[in-house]
């Protein structure tokens, strides 16, 4: 982060992005927004209030509720001269996107050697613990990441997020855009000029020398709460945001590995098959003669998100689990 | 037979030179597929081969109604929209052969041709997969002000994806320049659209508020002056329209579906390769009215055929690409 000269105000996630937004819409005719009440409603979350009083409806854009329907349109809007921001109000929607995300959007470059782009950004959501049930707390970015042609972006604070976007937004090609419903009243400095975080760049978002805790989105806040609580135990945390899951700098992650060997990874989306199996296969890949042990995983219990608030609460890592775990990877 | 009574009589106004336009287009069309259908059982063409022939009048007709910059998108039958919206046979057959010098630089092959230069926006193997991208296109297009409109060429298959639906109900609500053009050849593959099709097809369109109309796909003169209506009238501003194309599939699903008794007869196939060719109504229609005689259509076959032949030399000599290229074009 940039050391501000002066106090640098504080935003709120879900500020942030709209600040991006509509930064990228003031300087770029071509960017528009689209989505289920994204409009008068600002979004279910209230995340892009005031968007539409000074944009107006043809640049933020009430659709029907048609997932594929409307994001099949961004994809062709953004072939054809525009850059799309479909607004996919619940990650769990995804699933009636997919084809026009994975068979359309990200082959389209390749398929046409090269010569139609798609410069879309797809913001969704992730992140349970909000009560919303099995089909509206789901983490399926992982699903995203397994397709070439697709770029995939996790921000974790408010400054990442504005930054993040507008890079996103800027970008030719399509990118999916994941906010933590939980995270989006979670403030930060952000600065209100114009800038940008390049798409493939980790963060370490703290310094230690015994452990790593490379963590995702949501799962960042909950492995700083972690680290602090490792301090009381001598155990200081290493803690690196890959913020973007691809393009994926591997290098920073290999880095801290190295330094520190003993790496943990937690996300919050499910660990078979997911982000933090193929975190922990890089790290073990190319840094296994630097470790202590294996690396440790820590994602979502593999059931689906339950309603009740006891039950839901144990499906999701937390600092205390997160703690635990680190302790025990570093033998205190 | 069932185009019968959706027969529309031709604005007579088109010309000589025109005629001789559409009949050099059509032939163009027949001939490459048959000499697909050649490289095919010769196995010089890897994958899959979906023939056009029988339903050539259909993208000669559309296309002779557009311009250079309006779009079209295809589907996996695609070689005659791509042929017709004005692409160069050497490149075709290049990519058919999965060469260096195709459309794609060969990575997409016969059921992804696309070409900036013309307007296509490519090819599609996912039945109904690029409904979205054509209203998209609409969308840029309206959005852009350059008068241009998109035409999404579909078959009667596609009529059972649901998104198809959800951007007609789009493209309607927000008066898009869009031509939903669904050649209704019969089959869904191997099955009568009979069987898979409830309700009347044009009232799906009217539903919506979509402009239905029908049109005989194999007499080119009435579907160049039911297109030419299309366009202006989704030019002028009045919104998209949908326009069913009774056509037929002469040969198989693909180039290997050669038993076909047991979903049609070869009655049937006859029947409309005697009676309703579109190569021959055409023709017979101009030696009738002469405005050609029949030397001169010879000679217009023997010229085409010249021409196929040159850019299959073409495309069989030129080199497939290294393999260091399979990386390249994966992000913009």
């Known amino acids: 982060m940039p050391e501000a000269a002066v106090a640098v105000r504080e935003l709120t996630l879900g500020e942030a992005v709209r600040e991006a937004l509509a930064e990228e819409l003031r300087r770029d005719p071509r960017v528009f927004v689209m989505g289920e009440d994204v409009a008068e409603a600002g979004t279910a979350f209230k995340v892009l209030t005031g968007l539409v009083q000074e944009f107006g409806p043809e640049r933020v854009i009430d659709t029907p509720i048609s997932e594929a329907g409307f994001t099949g349109i961004g994809v062709g809007a953004a072939m054809t001269g525009m850059r799309p921001v479909v607004d996919i109000m619940f990650g769990d929607f995804i699933g009636l996107i997919m084809d026009q995300m994975m068979n359309q959007a990200a082959k389209v470059h390749y398929m046409s050697g090269g010569k139609w782009k798609v410069p879309m950004t797809l913001r969704t959501t992730l992140g349970a613990t909000r009560r919303s049930a099995a089909q509206h707390s789901q983490s399926l970015h992982a699903w995203f990441c397994h397709i070439p042609g697709l770029k995939v972006v996790l921000p974790s604070t408010p400054y990442d997020a504005k930054g993040l976007l507008k890079s996103a937004i800027r970008d030719d090609n399509p990118v999916i855009f994941y906010e933590d419903k939980m995270m989006y009243k979670l403030k930060g400095p952000v600065p209100d000029e114009d800038y940008t975080i390049p798409l493939g760049v980790a963060d370490v978002k703290r310094e230690g020398e015994d452990i790593t805790i490379i963590a995702t989105s949501s799962m960042v806040q909950v492995a700083l709460g972690a680290a602090k609580m490792l301090e009381e135990y001598d155990i200081s945390a290493e803690v690196v945001d890959p913020r973007t899951l691809w393009p994926l700098d591997e290098e920073t992650l290999l880095e801290s590995a190295r330094k520190t060997s003993r790496v943990m990874v937690v996300d919050e989306g499910y660990e078979r098959y997911g982000v933090t199996a193929e975190l922990a296969a890089v790290i073990q890949e190319k840094a296994f003669f630097d470790l202590e042990g294996p690396v440790k995983r820590i994602g979502a219990m593999q059931v689906p998100i339950p309603f009740s608030p006891p039950l839901e609460d144990a499906t999701v890592p937390t600092e205390q689990s997160v703690f635990e775990a680190a302790r025990a990877l570093c033998g205190k | ?332």
């Open chain 2, 1 to 332: 037979m069932s185009t019968a009574a959706n027969v529309l009589q031709a604005d007579l106004a088109i010309s000589a030179e025109q005629c001789l336009r559409l009949y050099r287009k059509m032939m163009t069309i027949r001939l490459f597929e048959q000499q697909v259908n050649d490289l095919y059982t010769r196995a010089l063409m890897p994958g899959l081969a979906h023939l056009y022939i029988g339903e050539e009048a259909v993208a000669v007709g559309v296309c002779e109604a557009l311009r250079n910059d309006d779009y079209i998108t295809s589907t996996h039958r695609g070689h005659g929209h791509c042929v017709a919206k004005g692409a160069k046979l050497d490149r075709m057959f290049a990519e058919l052969l999965g060469k260096e010098a195709g459309y794609c630089k060969g990575k997409g092959g016969s059921m992804h041709i696309a070409d900036p230069d013309t307007g296509n926006l490519g090819a599609n193997a996912i039945v109904g997969g690029s409904a979205g991208i054509a209203t998209g296109a609409g969308f840029s297009a309206k959005r852009l002000g350059k008068g241009q409109v998109a035409v999404c060429f579909f078959g009667e298959g596609a009529l059972g994806q649901g998104v198809l639906y959800e951007v007609m109900n789009m493209a309607a609500l927000w008066k898009l320049p869009v031509i939903y053009l669904c050649e209704n050849n019969m089959y869904n593959e191997y099955t009568h659209y009979s069987e898979t099709t409830a309700g009347d097809i044009l009232t799906r369109a009217k539903g919506f508020g979509v402009h239905p109309e029908s049109v005989d796909g194999q007499d080119v003169r009435a579907v160049y002056a039911m297109a030419s209506k299309l366009v202006e009238r989704a030019r002028k501003g009045e919104g998209p329209s949908f326009l069913m194309a009774n056509t037929y599939r002469y040969t198989g699903h693909h180039v290997g579906d050669v038993s076909r008794d047991y979903y049609r007869s070869k009655q049937e196939e006859q029947q409309w390769k005697t009676e309703r060719d579109p190569i021959k109504l055409l023709g017979n229609w101009m030696t009738t009215e002469r405005l050609a005689d029949t030397a001169t259509l010879d000679r217009i076959e023997a010229e085409v055929k010249a021409e196929v032949d040159q850019a299959v030399q073409f495309a069989i000599a030129t080199p497939y690409p290294t393999v260091d290229k399979v990386e390249q074009d994966v992000y913009a």
